[in-house]
């Protein structure tokens, strides 16, 4: 496994690879990457994993200093998955001032974007550079960041950009609790209750699976158990799929997201549901 940390150096290394599979990463990584650069590796015979913790998509407010970069521990858990590590400085990736993004759909605006003025413009920013700089064929993103991913397939869609765009499903601990670098923030009673979201998150497709079907009070009810076990709840929502607009019974294919904070740490979870007939 190589790596590498400019993109001049990168491009030689990967002229005349034919068949470039690649993951994006901000590094600090766990299993959940680890399945998708395997995913990757299925996909492509040079797999390619960026770790760059990128300034564009963090808001004033953020963690962009306290981000845990760990590239040291994180190329050792590379080795014998990855061909190539691929770690610009900001520099490299922004050498002179960004004057020039990517506005995402207006659906970046709602779930994670209402709390995250920006993020999503910042990350599809990025994320078009990464693609134009590695031009994979094929690119590999987990589900559990499910609105990063829908606005990644529109992005790559509407700019007609020459990548295939897999999806990972989300990797998770024994209780259910959806692996993510944020975990580790958790104290032991936290921890201990995150799995209570990915229950609530099945509890609501179950009963759709049994044909339920008042979504608005599904959604008032979760924030209420939610709330009253402490968690302070962003968002928790029904959506088609395919745009993330609510739920309608005309898609039968819906997705249940929720984004909810356990003390200091702000936790995502989804999960898809198909609706019968
Ligand atoms: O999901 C992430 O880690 C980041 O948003 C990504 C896609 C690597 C862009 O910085």
Redo the contacts with the bound molecule.
Sequence with gaps: MQLISTTADLRARLAGEKSVAFV???GNLHEGHLDLVRIAREQGSCVVVSI?V?PL?FGPSEDFDKYPRTLEADCAKLQGLADVVFAPAINDMYPSQQTIFVEPPPIANELCGAARPGHFRG?AT??LKLLNIVQPQVAV?GKK?YQ?LHIIRRMVAELNLPVRIVGGETVRAPDGLALSSRNQYLNADERAEAAFLSRTLRGMRDAILRGERDVERFQRDAVTALSARGWAVDYVAVRNQSDLLPASLAQREWVILAAARLGNTRLLDNVEVALAG
Excluded: G
């Design positions: 994006p990463t901000m760059f990128n998509q990350m990025v994320v993103f960041d990063q």
